[in-house]
């Protein structure tokens, strides 16, 4: 799989937009900004301004970069455009909206109620975004051999290997693959390689390609054997040429195989409707120390939170967006369970086996969730050890939350 680093562009319109001007329709334009911590935002990008138009469906595309590891939040704020100051804090300020990235890419269209701010309607006018991946993701694979190359080697046969060479806009031969070395051979087989389109060609499938044949000397002084040049759409067809009569040829390159292919991306996944599943387990085990001591994983500090919740909430705070139910199973071990106090290696934490899930809107409500299912722990120090055992302890949410409890 690729990395989880991409690019993606966003395609906006809006509908039935405010009009901003007196008199006349807004001249809206869209700008797309990235929480940076603090409350503040940094614009990252924005669309053409469109004239006297409710109803604009902006040309340029709004490009960020898509990290699957990290909660990337956005706002897209649409503005009316009444001069020429490039700074958008002096315009009539028509709504936007706030989401994650990985809620964006997750949808194939999304379709939103513009707000003045988080969680006030603008009155009228939506937003509608869709996302795509503008990475190139597919790889050039070729499978070569080649047939009664010279023999460079004095006391030997050639050791040849191959490198191929794409031109550059500057007229360059730049270096794109290298071959492993086959040894003491006049007729190799090199095993079947691949290389991104982007990296072979830049996509250009007639853009001028150099195969250079070469016998591998330790020293570096590697002797050519032979070169010639192609373009990806001449291997694809992988036709010999035939030579000038007079042209004694230092053997013959066979192209076996060379194919197009896409390699997708998490992104590609998750954009065609991959689910990621997440299960929570929690180490109830003594090794985890007296939960009173702060030096316990299961502590739980003044400000309501422990080792255990930083953990979940830094990994389910990236994939809630990507579970449509947003039904979370936790589930317990190491631990005597109330009532028989018998010890389970594997126990719903919310003690109903045959429904462990919990349910969170949003990473917030997700960890405060949990965190009202939690149970006090209390090591019991016996001779053959130390137990861990769950006594009811009551919720931490505070009375401003409301939350769901588990399903039933």
Known sequence: MAGCVSG????????????????????????????????????LDRTERIKNSQNPEFCKKLVVGYCFEKVQ???????????????LNDDDYLGGIERTLGQ?????????????????PAGRGTITISAEEIKDTRVVYLEIEAQKLDK????????????????????MWQLVYRSEVIKNNLNPCWRKFSVPLQTFCGGDFNKPIKVQCADHDSDGSHDLIGSFETNLTQLQKAEKKQKKKSYKNSGIIRIKSCKLEAEYSFLDYVMGG???????????????RDPKSPDSLHYISPDGINEYLIAIWSVGSVVQDYDTDKLFPVFGFGAQVPPSWQLFHEFALNFNPSNPYCQGEDTSLLILHWEGQMFEVFAAHSAQGTASVIASLSPLLPSSIT?????Q
């Open 104 to 120: 964006i890419v997750s949808s194939s269209v999304f379709t939103q109620p513009l707000e003045l701010k988080q969680g006030k």
């Open 403 to 407: 939350c769901r409890e588990c399903r």
């Open 73 to 87: 939040k956005l706002k897209f704020a649409a503005y009316d455009i009444d001069n020429k100051s490039f700074d």
């Open 8 to 43: 993606v562009e966003s395609s906006v319109s809006c509908r039935s937009l405010l009009d901003g001007d007196l008199g006349s329709r807004s001249d809206p334009l869209c700008a797309s900004l990235q929480e940076v911590g603090g409350g503040r935002w940094a614009e």
């Open 274 to 288: 991959c689910q990621i599943n997440f299960t929570v387990g929690v180490d109830f085990t003594g090794s985890n």
């Open 152 to 171: 460079k080697d004095f006391l030997g046969k050639s050791d040849p290997f191959l490198e191929f060479y794409k031109q550059n806009d500057a007229g």
